[in-house]
């Protein structure tokens, strides 16, 4: 798909729940990578049963909210508490960037996620990093909070 052709479609984050993916037919879903993990060749894989869907590198992301390209953003979040959200890495980076561009965004239950490492000599080191550990981000809720 051209960029010129992208327009108004829903940029999904995160891992989608099994009754997400049964339900939605007919659509057009931007799919990031969602790196380290590239969670987004999975989600993809699922969703293109039924629906059509545009894979994306995560820095593609802000030329498309750039060129006002994104109608809203899907959140599959992991865990909700009353305070936040816990959602999978980037999520927050998504998050503030979409609320910068004045994007939409819907929180849906998402399916729980094992994300993997990879195993490469040259990213051991860095994945052995304290702040590549965290599994999950936070996402606090505004009317609680007032951030």
Not at 10 to 32: A, H, Q, V
Not at 51 to 71: E, R
């Amino acid at each position: 798909m051209k960029l010129k052709d992208i327009n108004n479609i829903s940029l999904i984050w995160g891992n989608p729940s099994n009754n997400f993916i049964e339900t939605t037919k007919d659509s057009t879903f931007i799919i990031p990578e969602m790196r380290p993990s590239l969670l987004g060749l999975n989600v993809a894989k699922r969703l293109n049963i039924n629906n059509k869907v545009v894979y994306i590198t995560d820095n593609m992301i802000g030329l498309l909210f750039y060129k006002n390209k994104i109608s809203n953003i899907i959140f599959f979040f992991i865990e909700k508490n009353d305070n936040y959200y816990s959602c999978i890495p980037g999520s927050l980076y998504l998050y503030l960037l979409a609320k910068n561009h004045k994007i939409n965004i819907d929180f849906l239950e998402g399916k729980a996620v094992e994300i993997n490492k990879v195993h490469t000599s040259i990213l051991e080191e860095f994945y052995s990093k304290e702040y590549m550990k965290a599994k999950e981000e936070i996402i606090y809720l505004e009317e609680k909070n007032g951030r």
